[in-house]
Each structure stands twice: as C-alpha cells, then as structure tokens.
C-alpha cells in the first residue's frame, strides 16, 4: 500500500497569499484609524441632550420627558420625598456627548448600510455641515432637494409614483444633489427610500444618490441597537414595523441619518426646526467654489401632507426657496394644486372647506373653523407667490418628468427674484451649467428672445470645460462664443492645464515642471517672478511635452514664455526675464499670433487628457482638421506606450483609431473632389502643428490605413515615378535606360508633357464654347484668358535625360541590375577565382563593397525631417533589411581580414561564403515594391515568427525522445559530437522520414559500429549480450518510436500548418496595407539616393562629402515630402478643407440616422412615448374637461362683470330702463370676481403673518374678509404698540383707537405697531430724474441702495428706521439738497400705502413728487458729488421696467416714465 501523500502548497502561492493577507490587515488598519479618529472627533464634538431630573408622568415609572425610570441616570432620580420644582424641558434637560454614532447595516438583502449620528437640537448646522462634508466624505451637492409630505403612509397611483421615482433621482444623479427627508419608513419618506433603490438595482455601477433622514431620536423603534459609547462600525438595526407601535423604523435605503434629540421621547417633529436650519446653512454656502457667486439651490418638494406640511410650505416660501407640488398625491398637496389656478378671490374659506372636506376625509371633522381661516390666508399667500410655486401635474405635458419640474420651478424663481445682486440670466446659467442640464438650458435660457456676446459667456465656457460637460461646449458654441476671443489670453490656455483632471500627460507635465526648476536651482538666477512661479505651468512646458509626444522633428506649437525660463534639449540655458509682472496675462507676440489656432489649443487640450467628447467637439473648430486628428492619433499612442495603466492605454488606442478614421474620411473627401489639392495637404508644412506634414504624422503615427488609401499611394507612386509620368509601363522605362534617345520622341511620357496636353485641351474646349455661343462670356468664367497666362515651354533635350535618370523608379532598376552584378562577380570570386593573392575581380569586389558601406553610412547621417542622430540611428536599426546590411557588412569585413592571413586564409573564405547567404537573403527587399511579391514578403517574415515559436515547441519533442533513445541504446559514450548526433541531429532527421535502423534487431549490423567507440567515423554499438546481440528492450524503443512520430509528424506538423494558415488568413487581409506602408520607406530611400549604381555611386559620395563637409554648404531640401505654401494659397486650401470637412461630417451623420441601431433607438423611443400617452389619457381626457369648465364658467363671470359695467354706464347716463332691471346670477364666488377690478385689490403686506421687528403675529385675514364692511364675526386681533412710538394713549384707549380705521380693510393687529402715531403717516418721495447725455435718450432716476439687505428704494422725507446709520444720514443730506426744489416738483401719487407696519388704527401715507434736474444746475453737482462719497448708497439707475423697487414704488416710477415720455 502506497504511503499517503501529504497536500503541498507551492512556495509562490503561499508568497502570494501572504501578501494578500498583508494587504487586508493593512486595509483594516487604515479602517481601524479611521473609525477611532471619527469616533473622538463626534464625541468631542457632537452632543446629545438626556433629561436630568426624573418626574413621574402618566405612569408611575415613565419620567414627563417620556423616558422610563431605568433609562435615567442615578444623579436624576429624587427621593419620594423631594418636593421641588416641575420639569421644565429647558432647563432639566442637559447636553452631553453622543454616545450613537458609526455605520448602520440594515441586513436582509443586499446588506445595506449606511452612516449615522445622534445630535442635540441645539447642534451648529455649520457643524453639521462638517460632518457631512468633512467627516463623512461627502461631495458638497449643487442642489438641495428637500422632500417633505404626509408621514403616514398614503397611497400613490402607480404612474405618478414612477415617475416621481424617475424624476427625484434623476435629478439627483444629473445635478449631483442632496435629498433630505425624514428619513423613515413611512409615508413620503419610504417613497423617497424606494426610489432609492429602484436606483441601485438598476443602475449599480453609478454613483451613489445621497439620501439624508433628518429623523426625530425619541420616535425611533428598536433605537437601543445604536448605542455605544465608542460607536457602532456597523451597528446591526432591524426593522420591524408589525411591533413599532407608535414609534416608527428608520428606512433602510437612506444612506445618511442625523437622529435629532431634544431629550424627550415619543413627541414628533422635534427635527423641523434643526432640518430648517441645516437646509438654510447649506443653502448659504457657495456652489461649486468660493469664487462662484451663486450659492446652493434648495428646492422643496411636497406630497401628500397635513397642515403641518402646509405650514412648511409656507414658511418655505417666504424664505424664497420654491415649492413643488405633486398634484394627485392627496391631502393638502391636492387642495393648494385645485386652487393654485385660481384668482384671489376665488380662493374664499367656503372653498376650503369644501376642499378640506373632500381630500381629508374623517381629518376635516376635527379643523376648528379658526385653523380654516388661517390655513385660506397662508394658501393665499402660497397662491400669491407664484414665482414660487409649481404644480405638477401629470395630465400636463409642459413639465415632463418631475425633475424637469423641479429645476424650472428653481429657474422660474431665480427670474423672479428682486434680491440678487448679479444678473438673473448668470445666475441660472451656472445652475444650469453645475446641474448639468443641457435641455433646462436650451429651454429656459438659450430662447431665441436672448442675444448674448461672447464676452459674457467666457466664464461659463470655462466652467463647461473643467467640468467636462461637452454638451454644454456645444450648446455655448451654437449661442455665440467665438474661440478666438476666448482663448486670445495666454493665461486662459495656461488656466485650463492647471486644471487638468487626473492623466497621464498631467504626470508629465509635472515632472517636466519639476525638472525644469531642479535646472533652474542648477542655474540661479536671482529673480523673485522666477522664484514664485518656478513651479507653475507655462505653455512653453506644454509645447515641450507636446513635441516630446509628437516626435523631435516638430517645431514648438508655442513661442517660448516671459513668464518663465525655456531649457532647450542641448542643457544650453537661454534666459529670458519678463520686463513686466503681469507679463503673464499678455497675448501671445504678433508674430506668432497668426499661427495660433483656437480650435487646435482646445482640441489639444482635450486630446491629452484623453476626452472623446470635447475633443470631438475642438476637433470640429480646427482650421487643419486633417492634421489634428493625425497628431492626435500620434500623441494618444505615444501615451498609451508610455502609460501604465492598461485600461487606459486602450482607451488611448481606441480614441486614436477613432481619429485616424476621421483623417481617412475628411481626406476621401478631398481627393474625391480634388486630387490635386489632396495631395498638396499631405505635403504642405503645417504652421499649427509644428511645420510638419500630414504624411509625417500618419507615417510616424503608424496609420497603415491612412497612408493605404488610393489618394496617399497616387503621391507616393507619383513621387516613385518622378518626373516621368503614372501611365508609363515598366518595359518602356527599362527600354530608355538601355536606349536613352528614344526619351526624345513620344516613345516615353513626362509629367511636364502631360501638363502642356491639358492645357491645350483646355484651350481647344473653350474654343469651342466659344465658337458654339458665340460669346467669350462663358469662356471668361471658365477660365482665365490663355493669352495672358504663361503657357509652360517644352522639356529641352538635357532636362528630359535629367529627368529620366533622377527618378526614383530608375535608379531603383539600376540598382537591381548593379545588385545582380556584384552577387554575380561575389559568386565568381567565392567559386572561380579566389586565391591567396587578390584577383582583380576580387578587387573590384571589394570597390564595390565599399561603395555599398559608403551607402549606407549616407542613408545614416541623412536626416531630412529633423529627427535628430538618435532617432535616425533607432529608426536605422528598426528596419530588418538595414540589419541584413549591416550584418553581411561585418561579416564581409571580418572574412576579408581572415583572409588575407595565411593561418585562417580558409575560415576567412567560409565566412565570405555564408555572408553570400546573406546577400542573396537581402535581394528580397527588391521584391518589396512589388504589388505581388511585397505582401507575400510580409507574411512571410510573420511566418518566420511562427516558425521560431514552433521550434521551441518541437525541440522538447526532438530532446525528449533523443536523449531517452540515446541513453537506452549507449552506454557511456564520451564523444560529444556523437552524443549530440544521436540525441538530436537523428531525432531530427526522423520528423523527415529518415528512420534508424539500431533499434530493431533485425537490421542490427555489428560491422556498422564501434563497440568500444574508438573509431571516430563510427558510432559506438549499443549494449550487446554474449552473443553480440543487442540487449536494449527492442517493444520498447518500437513503442517510443512510434509515439514520437504520432507527435512530431502528425500533431506536430500540422500544427505548424494550422499556425501558417491562421497567420496567412490574419495577415492576407492586411498585407495590402502594411505593404502600402512601408512602400513609402523604400520610395524615400531611391528618392534620396544619388543617381549612379555602385560602384559608380563612390564618385556621388565624394561629390557630396566635398559639398557638405569641405565647402559647408547646406544640403538641398527636396520639395516633394515637405513644401512651403504661400500665405494666400495656404489660407485658400484651409477653407477648401473646412468645406470638405463638413461634408464628411454630414455624410457621417447621415449614415448613423440610417443606421440599424439608430432606427432601433429611435423606435423604442417612440413606443415609450406612446406608453406614457396611453398611461396619460384618461386622467388627460378628464383634467381637460375640467379645465374647459373652469374658462366656461370664467367666460360667463367676464361676461356678467361686462354687462353689468354696460348697464351701470347707461344709468349713469339717464338711460334708465323702462322695465325691472333682470338680476345677473353666476356661481357662488361670482359676487367676488364680480365685484373685483385688479387681482390684488387689497393691501397685502399689511396683513402679513408676522409683524416686523417683534414676536407679534396677527389674526389671519383671508382675502374676502378684508373690507370693513364685510362681517368678520371671528376677528379678534392682537394689540400691538411699538416703545419707541411719539405719542402715547391715555386710559380712552379703546375710543382713540375707533377714531382710527385703516381705510384699506383690516389688517389683523390693533395700535399703532411700530408708526409714530394714530391714524396717517404721512411720508414724501422723491423721484430726481436726469437726462443721462445732453441729447435726452435715456432717463435716469436716483435710487438709494442698502448693502446690508441688498434692497433699493426711493430716497424720501422720513426714514423708515429711527437708527442713526450712515445710510440715512446720507438720505438726509440729500433731503436737504433738494428741498429747494419741493415746489417745482410734479406730483406723481398720493395716498395709501401698503406697508407692512400698518395696522387697523396706523397706517402709512405718501405722496411720491417727480423733480427733474438740469444737468447743469449747482444742485446736479452737489448731488452727483454725493453719489460719488457715497461708496454705492446712491447711484443713478436708468428708468426701466427691471429696476428691483418694491410694487408701490415701481407703479409711481412707472408714471414717472409716462410722464417723460419713455417706455418703462
């Protein structure tokens, strides 16, 4: 029985499990650090309140604060016998540290969990803020949504549930917004948990929704679970609503809990007043950075709700944030949506009622009369700010989803607010832009009413770019932002680098930053701009990185900064100081000015940081289109080679093919259209992109594709041909390089001769229109008059020999044939005549070998693009046939010294005769520019590869069964040459079909061996027995024989068939265009190359070395792969590119409209559509009905005001009618409406609910109870008398104040209030107009500006504060300038005033006086010298309808401007 193995484990897989051990308990160290630092920050910190004096309540052992006895601590629990104080909440209960916070995991699927803490309801919202942000991790949000509603559960039909759902996280995830609620399981909390979660089931790999439950601590169920005086990482809290009784379970699918305590238990709502206050300190706080000038949105959203959720609203509202109502949510949701339609008086308390009565149910049986009142006053008030207020209603298609309601509701109140101290239109534009809602911005701001300058759009175009929001850079492109003004500063470039988001090129540039300071340490230079901006970017970093991607043989993109020192790659220091600080902020030089292209700084700038979308969109605005996206495809692959992330650099890969199919697509286009002027952007010198060309950068890009399109080939096969012409076949040129005077008839044609035929049949076409019309017109517009152009001359006899022998194609066969040559005489000398003296063939032989080594030098050093020695020498050594010259050269050197020695006369001939080999395995690059042998050469050298894989495969096989074979067959043979003959030379051979015969015993022969193996001709004889037989297992040697066939000859081989033929497959699809490629190397190089063959090349060499290096002259650049166009004709072939651009782009769009998964998109989105309108009918069908009602019956109320108007004119009249005057009846509020001539006909900020400066509220007044004469039998109202009033009453108070009764109705609050006496106050306005020129066209008024509440009034006689402040002791300097001119004054108003200091017995009257000032008057410059001083407290505004007054004093301005003659 075998022994039992023991389990191994490999060393490397322990290794490996160690570290990730390792890594795990690092992990869960960092963790461990990071819950003990958040642990000792909450308990220092954050507090929690806990009653501190035990008072029997209802129960004997439940404290009054709701505690049980046991929850209590011992210093709190009196004896029996202590008679003391009652609980007092304020002053019984204590702060003391939290001792509830951590994670909360709420188990069951998908093990969600979340973050929580238990605060004091004194706790700073400015700290809570901390904690959030801070503590927790959290991105500052650019919106606050803050849902709130019923907290019991209702029921919410199925569509308005979804797409409430839909809307609340989809603007979530699209703003990057905070959702707040109350954070449990019930009512409109768990709506909001489960939209939630519907959002992470369907889309987990997004970011997550911030959902924060601001919750009261004492109504929690199953709270015990969170407490932990070193907190709970994660607590465990299970939710069971069957046993919660009262209480109420937290919901699961929050992600942030603050559980509010005030010390009591049991009591709701004790978190309102904490949530209000973090809602205002967040909303306080700037959006996005400090220097933005909006601060954070907040917007509330109501379902359902009681009259808790009203009075939320309301006071919502008041503090400006708007308000969306979900209509068909029930309760009071419903009741402020039915009446949010309707006129004023319409919304009587008899409305109410009945609206109460419906949606409430059994609830409304407990509203007190008393409450109704006061609830028609704050729904009146609600339906007043109507800026404020949005319905949303599902039977309306004008909102959308919910959350295109919300943010329209937050621009709708963004329009409508008097209290922003910039432009409304910016302010929504950059919620827009942080919310990243292109749709709100097209919509709402970017209407076709808006003319916009590309001035006041800057900042939000750099707000989109580092932002990465493309569909925003478009949107602000389409609405007038011009590149060229945008990115005219070197600074703003310079600012968008440094706002790079994490990439590869960043890290670049940053150690080519910090390289650049180490040189500078290396080099001080005592100058302190270069020492405080050592370390920042310029663009002189950038443009060097750049190149460093580009390739060496670019020029800088950008000149050389002022700001900072330029480093040239040779470590020669050139300084250059700025002469000014503020240098940085100049444009760049004119010089260079010309060569900056907008759209290419942008689309770089997005290339590099590898974004798809906005390089898209730059791409699209670049005058050199082609070459942007060649240079594009170059940087993005030198980044990915570079790079070290994997996912990355395929990304970079991927966006680079991307715009090598944008190049290949815009240059079809051109050389569809024209190929003349294709084939001069491949080879004209870019000025924007380093004074390179197109082919150069498709070439150093790798773009096989590109360069393979039939355009690319057509000059390249153009330049192959030179100055001979395409159509020339090959026998005809290799006839007239035998036969050279058959050049000067027609036998060979020229490019030149070509030339001159075209123009001739030109001119023969135009001669003829001529002849047919009979007009010179039409031939006037076809051309040119070919009299006044110079006709080209034809070639004399030496160009057209020139011509012929210079052409690349020429030399080319020349070559071949001087190849042949030298192998022919190579062969002769190695076979014929090589002996211990050189021949004279053999010397020629060695001429001609230096000619060839004289080649390749030149082909070294001849560097036309600029690439530099080490580039050249790296792209010299890449190429397979330059090695092949190389090493038949050294080969070549080192047997011709062998051979002139006597003692390796002979191995110096054998290594001549193996560099023969390789001669004649360079004669392949001829066939290289063949159409048919060039591709095959390709796959032939992939096969090579195939091949040396293969035999590493094979040669375990061949050892394996050799060594085996050898072993069992020899014993102890010591002949290394016959050990490595019969382990490996004869395995070999078998695979071929030569079969041994010393493993079977039948063909054994004895006399064919050595037994001992001492003759060396032999091999030695395997084992013998005694008989001399051999001893060696013959089954066995058969076996491991046939095995070793079955392998290597039949799995083997084919194999290695099957790797040919899926190498031949791959690659047969692609030889075409890698042939196309490296055709244009071969071109190049016969290009460059003298003319003469070698050997007779040698007197070109010298010829050259004389030129270059004697008489130092430079060296003659060839225009055909680089040329400088003029600066019209370059300006002429952009524009021709641009057009061609947009039809590829036009083209492209096209195709994707007819695309297969477009139609697919599109018809999905149609059936949705459909869906969502058939969901919409019925509840369409209905609320149209009903609304058709509502205009019906508002017709007929119209139309009775109208004939009652009509009749009591005609009374007025003495048309009395002859009969009884028939009664007019309408519906039950028509007497209202009827009675109405303006929707706000009575005073409105006099009976608001809080009176100013004072704890004071007043009765609530509704609308139709206003007037006096209405009976109002439940008005009670509070009395109210400010100390600081003038006059004081005696004790016939109650009679002094009947005297006095506010004219406009009642007020809800009695005495004077804060007015200085009784009855009127009397109060003055001035309006000081001014013609802002001499010519009259616009009218100015003096306004009085207070910083402090950022509000502008009139200036007038009396101040409405008693303060001695700045402000109103430059109103009364004004006063006094003015009152001079009381009497010239016109009387604009006079009367009532709707003040919020009224009451029912003080009240405010003014009379508002227009004084117009001569801009020449001694007072004019008096009061302009005091709107100087006044540092912004007076200013002179223009009279219009924008200005930010209140209602009264815009009406007053308003006349003001009637009566000047000016539109308001």
């Not at 030496?798 to 030298?822: D, G, H």
């Not at 081989?1053 to 497959?1065: E, H, K, V």
């Not at 490296?1078 to 003469?1092: C, D, F, G, V």
């Not at 009765?1259 to 008005?1275: D, L, N, Q, R």
Request: glycine letters at 6%; hydrophobic letters at 40%.
């Amino acid at each position: 029985m075998l022994p039992q193995q023991e389990n191994k484990v490999h060393p490397r897989e322990i290794r490996k499990e160690l570290r990730q051990y390792q890594l795990e308990l690092n992990q869960g160290i960092i963790r461990i650090k990071k819950c003990c630092a958040f642990a000792a920050w909450t308990k220092e910190n954050i507090h929690k309140k806990e009653c501190r004096f035990f008072v029997k309540g209802v129960r004997e052992d439940v404290c009054t604060c709701g505690y049980s006895k046991t929850d209590h601590v011992d210093e709190a629990i009196k004896p029996e016998d202590f008679t003391g104080e009652s609980w007092d909440r304020h002053k019984h209960v204590k702060e003391v540290p939290t001792d509830a916070f951590g994670d909360i995991s709420f188990g069951g699927l998908g093990q969600k969990t979340g973050k929580y803490v238990r605060v004091s309801t004194d706790t700073s919202p400015e700290l809570l803020y901390q904690l959030l942000t801070e503590q927790w991790k959290l991105s500052p949000p650019n919106l606050l949504i803050s849902v709130t509603g019923g907290a019991k559960n209702f029921y919410l039909k199925a569509n308005l549930k979804n797409m409430f759902h839909r809307g609340l996280i989809k603007v979530a995830q699209t703003t990057g917004a905070w959702i707040i609620s109350g954070g449990m399981h019930t009512g409109v909390m768990k709506h909001v948990g489960q939209a939630v979660r519907d959002h992470a089931l369907s889309s987990a790999t997004q970011g997550q929704i911030v959902a924060i439950g601001v919750a009261t601590w004492g109504i929690i169920h199953n709270r015990e679970a969170l407490v932990h005086s070193e907190g709970c990482f994660p607590a465990h809290y299970v939710m069971n609503t069957e046993s919660q009784g009262r209480l109420s379970c937290l919901d699961n699918n929050h992600t942030h809990f603050l559980l509010v305590d005030d010390g009591t238990q049991g009591h709701y709502g004790v978190e309102i007043e904490l949530r209000s206050r973090l809602e205002k300190c967040i909303s306080g706080k700037h959006l996005g950075n400090e220097g933005s000038h909006v601060t954070i949105p907040v917007v509330c959203v109501v379902l359902d709700g009681g009259p808790g959720t009203l009075n939320t609203i309301y006071n919502a509202m008041l503090n400006g944030t708007p308000c969306v109502i979900l209509e068909g949510s029930g309760r009071i949701a419903d009741v402020i949506a039915q009446v949010a339609g309707l006129p004023l008086t319409r919304v009587t308390i008899a409305l109410i009622h009945q609206l109460m009565k419906k949606f409430f149910g059994q609830e409304y049986e407990n509203f007190p009369d008393l409450k109704i009142i006061e609830w028609t006053k704050k729904i009146q008030d609600i339906i007043r700010m109507s800026h404020l207020l949005t319905i949303f209603r599902i039977s309306e298609d004008n909102h959308g989803d919910v959350d295109v309601a919300i943010l329209q509701a937050l621009l709708k109140a963004s329009r409508s607010s008097e209290s922003l101290g910039i432009k409304c239109w910016k302010r929504q534009l950059e919620l827009a832009i942080a919310w990243n809602r292109v749709d709100i911005a097209e919509t709402e701001i970017f209407t076709e009413e808006s003319q916009w300058k590309s001035s006041d759009l800057h900042w939000a175009m750099f707000s989109a770019l580092v932002g990465n929001k493309p569909l925003f850079v478009s949107l602000l492109l389409e609405n007038g932002v011009s590149l060229r003004d945008f990115l005219q500063d070197e600074a703003t470039l310079c600012k968008l680098y440094k706002w790079l988001p994490s990439c590869i090129f960043l890290r670049k540039l940053a150690k080519r930053v910090q390289s650049c300071c180490s040189r500078r340490k290396a080099f001080p230079i005592k100058s302190r701009a270069h020492s405080e901006q050592g370390k920042m970017i310029s663009m002189t970093h950038v443009s060097d990185e750049v190149c460093h991607l580009l390739g060496s043989y670019t020029q800088a993109l950008y000149p050389p900064s002022k700001m900072t020192n330029h480093f040239n790659m040779s470590m020669e220091t050139s300084v250059s100081l700025s002469q000014s600080p503020t240098s940085s902020q100049a444009p760049l030089r004119e010089d260079v000015a010309a060569q900056r292209d907008p759209g290419r700084d942008l689309f770089l700038w997005a290339v590099v940081q590898n974004n798809k979308e906005l390089a898209e969109i730059a791409w699209e605005q670049c005058r050199d289109c082609m070459s942007a996206a060649l240079a594009a495809s170059k940087i993005l692959k030198t980044m990915a080679e570079e790079g070290s992330d994997a996912d990355e650099a395929e990304d970079m890969q991927e966006l680079a093919n991307h715009y090598e199919k944008h190049a290949i697509g815009v240059f079809s286009e051109c050389h569809h259209s024209d190929e003349e002027r294709a084939q001069k952007l491949l080879v004209r010198a870019s000025p924007f992109w380093g004074r390179t060309t197109c082919l150069r950068l498709a070439l150093e890009a790798d773009n096989k594709s590109f360069v393979a399109q039939s355009g690319v080939q057509a000059l390249l096969t153009q330049i192959w041909c030179g100055e001979l012409s395409v159509v020339n076949p090959v026998w005809r040129v290799l006839i007239c390089m035998v036969f050279f005077p058959l050049i000067y008839t027609s036998f060979l044609v020229f490019r030149h001769d070509e030339v001159i035929q075209r123009d001739a049949a030109k001119n023969e076409e135009n001669k003829t229109v001529e002849s047919v019309t009979g007009s010179t017109l039409r031939t006037n517009y076809l051309g040119p008059d070919p009299s006044r152009v110079q006709r080209p001359k034809p070639l004399d006899s030496w160009s057209r020999l020139v011509y012929l022998y210079s052409s690349p194609q020429v030399k080319f066969y020349w070559n071949i044939v001087s190849y042949f040559a030298f192998l022919f005489l190579f062969a002769v000398v190695l076979m014929i005549d090589f002996q211990a003296t050189p021949s004279a063939g053999e010397l020629l032989l060695y001429i001609w070998l230096l000619s060839l080594v004289c080649e390749e030098v030149r082909q070294l050093f001849y560097d036309p693009d600029g690439f530099g020695f080490r580039k050249k020498a790296r792209i010299y050594i890449n190429d397979l046939w330059n090695i092949l010259d190389v090493l038949s050269i050294l080969l070549f050197v080192i047997g011709l010294a062998f051979r002139l020695t006597t003692e390796l006369f002979y191995a110096g001939k054998i290594l001549l005769c193996i560099d023969f080999v390789v001669f004649c395995l360079r004669l392949m690059a001829i066939f290289s520019i063949s159409r048919t042998l060039g591709p095959k050469i390709i796959i032939v050298r992939r096969m090579m590869m195939d091949m040396f894989f293969f035999m590493f495969l094979l040669s375990i096989w061949v050892v394996a069964y050799g060594v085996a074979t050898q072993g069992i067959l020899i014993q102890n043979d010591n002949r290394l040459d016959w050990i490595v003959r019969g382990a490996i030379y004869e395995p070999y051979l078998i695979i071929f079909g030569n079969f041994p015969t010393n493993i079977d015993y039948a063909a054994f022969d004895i006399n064919s061996c050595s037994i001992n193996g001492t003759n060396p001709l032999k091999p030695k004889c395997p084992v013998l027995n005694e008989n001399q037989t051999p001893a060696f297992p013959e089954w066995l040697t058969i076996i491991m024989l046939c095995i070793y066939l079955l392998f290597a000859n039949i799995l083997l081989l084919n194999l290695l068939i099957a790797i040919f033929n899926f190498t031949f497959q791959q690659v047969q699809d692609n030889t075409d265009r890698i042939w196309k490629f490296q055709r244009y190397e071969l071109i190049k190089e016969y290009h460059s190359r003298p003319a003469a063959p070698p050997p007779f090349i040698i007197f070109s060499h010298l010829y050259l070395f004389i030129r270059n290096m004697v008489m130092c002259r430079p060296p003659i650049i060839s225009k055909e792969f680089k040329r400088e166009l003029p600066q019209m004709e370059e300006e002429e072939l952009l524009s021709w590119e641009a057009l061609m651009k947009d039809r590829y782009l036009l083209s492209t769009q096209q195709e994707q409209s007819q695309s297969m998964e477009r139609h697919i998109l599109d018809t999905s989105q149609k059936v949705t559509t459909i869906t969502d309108r058939l969901e919409r009918g019925d509840e369409t069908s209905s609320a149209a009905m009903v609304q058709r009602l509502a205009r019906l019956e508002e017709q007929v109320v119209q139309s009775a005001k109208a004939l009652q108007w009509i009749m009591d004119s005609l009374k007025c009249q003495g048309f009395a009618a002859k009969e009884t005057q028939p009664t007019l009846t309408t519906t039950d509020e028509s007497p209202d409406i009827y009675t109405s001539e303006k929707e706000d006909r009575f005073h409105v900020n006099a009976r608001q609910f809080h009176y100013p400066s004072s704890n004071v509220t007043r009765f609530p007044v509704p609308e139709e109870k206003v007037p006096w004469e209405v009976s109002f039998s439940s008005y009670i109202p509070a009395y109210y008398t400010s100390e600081d009033s003038e006059d004081h009453v005696d004790g016939s108070e109650s009679e002094a104040l009947d005297n006095y009764r506010n004219p406009a109705g009642r007020t809800g609050i009695r005495g004077r209030g804060a007015l200085s006496h009784l009855g009127p106050n009397l109060n003055v306005d001035f309006v000081l107009t001014r013609w802002r020129d001499c010519e009259g066209s616009v009218l100015e008024f003096l306004v009085v500006r207070d910083e402090s509440q950022e509000t502008m009034a009139l200036p007038g006689r009396r101040v409405q504060s008693a303060d001695d402040t700045p402000l109103i002791r430059t109103c009364m300097k004004l006063y006094e300038k003015v009152n001079a001119k009381v009497s010239e004054g016109t009387k604009v108003f006079e009367g009532y005033v709707d003040d919020c200091r009224n009451t029912d017995n003080a009240w405010v009257e003014t009379t508002v006086l227009n004084i117009h000032l001569d801009r020449t008057s001694q007072e004019m410059e008096d009061i302009d010298r005091m709107v100087a001083n006044s540092h912004g407290a007076l200013q002179w505004r223009e009279v219009s309808g924008k200005t930010r007054l209140s209602s009264n004093q815009r009406d007053s301005l308003r006349k003001v401007a009637e009566l000047h003659n000016r539109k308001f």
